[in-house]
């Protein structure tokens, strides 16, 4: 059973940091890509950071270059989104996808906001 379980969400202040982590199971983790998404309402499901099969390759969204830093280990099977400097403007439902050919999986999210 496939399964994507992020934590690490929550409520902190304009810039403030937090780390959210995706725990894979039921695949072999080190064949897929990663990425986190995030989403608020009335939005389409935003693109944030990537990260290769085995950590080589990195891409962020320009709104979060440079603050964001997404990171994996394979002997874990989890992958990280370290976030600092947070913006209001990062509040979201954010959630973790691994992609691998044809299968693509998504985990359940986890709410972040960003408020004084």
């Known amino acids: 059973q496939v399964q994507l379980v992020e934590s690490g969400g929550g409520l902190v202040q304009p810039g403030g940091s937090l780390r959210l982590s995706c725990a894979a199971s039921g695949f072999t983790f080190s064949r897929y890509a990663m990425r986190w998404y995030r989403q608020v309402p009335g939005k389409e499901r935003e693109l944030v950071a990537g990260?290769?099969?085995?950590?080589?390759?990195?891409n962020y969204a320009d709104s979060v270059q440079g603050r964001f830093t997404i990171s994996r280990d394979n002997n874990k099977n989890t992958v990280y989104l370290q976030m600092n400097s947070l913006k209001t403007e990062d509040t979201a439902v954010y959630y973790c996808?691994?992609?691998?050919?044809?299968?693509?999986?998504w985990g359940q999210g986890t709410q972040v906001t960003v408020s004084s």
């Open positions: 990260i290769s099969r085995f950590g080589v390759s990195t």
């Open positions: 996808n691994a992609y691998y050919s044809d299968y693509n999986y």
